[in-house]
């Protein structure tokens, strides 16, 4: 896999019309940038995320530009096997089909030798980006495997990176879930279902702030710049990308 980035692509009007695609995250800054640019391009979108009231903020700017969303309040820290079950039957039920997962839901707190951890903080970490996006991808497949094309869009991350010092588990989290997505890639590749990674550029996020806070945030591109990639990697045209860690630069 070369190590070069590409350049974001342009949106493609339509891309994802008459799908649906479930955002996890969707009130972070890559997750509502994604559900916004979803439902621009035709997606009905879910929103789950565990904070209502921002969720209910990014509903209303979703609905303005598409399709009306759905909202899923989800805490990924606390939810498990059966919850997703739950998520997988309702979404049957109630919307008739699944085309996309975007996993953009992250917990990371702050730059912490492992030996200061909290025992209850590197446990969430695991858990909310690596351990929680299979099972809620595990939960959902069946429903995936019955569209036509189908597509799981995890968050990827430089992994020379979070493995320095001071990452803890979410740096350990991020090689976890690139073993996934290749692990994945290949048991899915006879399927409808296309898996794959995105690894963005360095962008103007509250996670990078924790991480970087003497950097000067302005010379970053917003989170938006990189939501074309995702409706990219979720739309057909993205079967170019199946079962890569996509590297791209706004």
């Known amino acids: 896999m070369s190590a070069a980035f590409d350049a974001v692509p342009p ?6 019309a008459g799908r649906v695609v479930l955002v996890a995250g969707a009130h972070g800054a890559l997750g509502e940038a994604s559900a916004r640019a979803c439902a621009e391009a035709g997606a009905t979108v879910v929103l789950l995320g565990r ?15 598409g399709p009306e969303p759905a909202i899923y309040p989800l805490d990924l820290e606390g939810a498990g096997p059966n919850d997703y079950a739950e998520l997988a039957d309702k979404l049957a039920a109630e919307l008739g089909r699944l085309d ?3 996993h953009a839901a992250a917990d ?20 909310v980006n690596l351990l ?23 968050v990827g991350e430089d992994l020379d990176r979070v493995s320095r010092a001071y990452w803890g588990g979410y740096g350990i989290a991020k090689h976890g879930l690139a073993g996934l ?18 690894q963005p550029a360095p962008m103007r996020t509250p996670l990078r702030a924790r991480a970087y806070f003497g950097e000067d945030p302005g010379q970053w591109p917003e989170a938006s710049a990189y939501a074309p990639a995702v409706v990219h990697l979720l739309s057909p045209a993205g ?12």
């Open 108 to 127: 990371f707190k702050a730059l912490t030798p492992l030996e200061l951890t909290a025992p209850e903080d590197f446990v969430r970490a695991l858990h």
């Open 239 to 250: 079967v170019a990308q199946r079962g890569q860690l996509w590297k791209v630069r706004a």
């Open 132 to 154: 929680a996006p299979w099972l809620l991808t595990q939960a959902c497949l069946p429903l995936l495997k019955r569209a036509a094309d189908s597509a799981v869009v995890f």
């Open 11 to 16: 949106a493609r009007p339509g891309a994802l």
């Open 181 to 198: 997505v290749k692990m994945l890639a290949v048991e899915l590749e006879n399927s409808p279902v296309r898996v794959s990674a995105l």
């Open 100 to 102: 996309g997962i975007v």
């Open 51 to 65: 904070r209502v009231p921002k969720l209910n903020r990014v509903y209303d700017a979703v609905a303005a530009l």
